[in-house]
């Protein structure tokens, strides 16, 4: 079966960094997915790791372990605006909409 | 392009009547999903479309769900016979296939309250 872990909730400070973990136990694996969901809104993609290591885009990077089962999603001088939930999924085959999804943590942001 | 587009918005309905939602995926991708998704859980498949061929169903789907893309393009989902379990945000995606990792672009969501 498919087993994904986050943490439910996280606080951090504007202007700090936070890092949002993610472990996966699954059949099949073929790459991990992280997205963004404002309350009340549509997921958006942040990014997409299929090979161990870091992929970093603007203030957000994402770094995988395959070996060891495991995601984190970084945030870099963190606005008010990045409050919302964040979702990891694992794709198990080539059909990247079948995800798995994790059920994402809620980040707030604090002045 | 305006992005995947979902009708209702919120759907209020007694238990027992029918239900339908709309989804327009972005207009040159040829895959669609349906996810359900509840307050604090992340999205569960629920069924995908390839072009105008339903692929795939996911066992949480029962007979009282029924999709249909009938011209590959918008896709509709109704729900015959609402329980209160059916209470949930509906969300559709789409994508283009390319053999992996493509990223899916989702609506706002139908988001059913089933009295």
């Known amino acids: 079966g498919q087993n994904i872990d986050q943490p439910t909730e996280m606080t951090a400070t504007e202007g700090a960094i936070v890092q949002i973990n993610c472990t996966y136990q699954t059949s099949g694996f073929n790459g991990l997915f992280w997205y963004q969901q404002h309350a009340g809104e549509a997921p958006t993609f942040l990014s997409y790791?299929?090979?161990?290591g870091l992929e970093e885009k603007g203030r957000f990077s994402s770094f995988l372990s395959r070996s060891k089962g495991y995601s984190y999603l970084l945030l870099k001088e963190l606005q008010m605006k990045d409050s919302a939930s964040y979702l990891c999924a694992v794709v198990h085959n080539t059909n990247a909409g079948k995800s798995t999804f994790g059920d994402g943590t809620t980040l707030t942001v604090k002045p | 392009d305006t992005g995947v587009s979902q009708n209702p918005r919120h759907k209020i309905t007694k238990r027992g009547q029918n239900v339908t939602f709309r989804c327009d995926p972005i207009?040159?991708?040829?895959?669609l999903y349906w996810y359900r998704q509840t307050l604090g859980q992340g999205p569960e498949f629920l069924t995908y479309?390839?072009?105008?061929?339903?692929?795939?169903k996911s066992r949480l789907l029962s007979d009282r769900f029924s999709a249909e893309r009938p011209k590959g393009s918008f896709s509709t989902l109704e729900i015959q016979r609402t329980e209160q379990g059916d209470s949930a945000m509906y969300l559709c995606?789409?994508?283009?296939?390319?053999?992996?990792?493509?990223?899916?672009?989702f609506g706002s969501g139908t988001q059913l309250s089933v009295l």
């Open positions: 995606a789409s994508t283009f296939l390319l053999g992996g990792g493509e990223k899916l672009f």
């Open positions: 207009s040159e991708h040829n895959r």
């Open positions: 790791n299929v090979l161990d």
């Open positions: 479309f390839q072009n105008e061929a339903q692929l795939e």
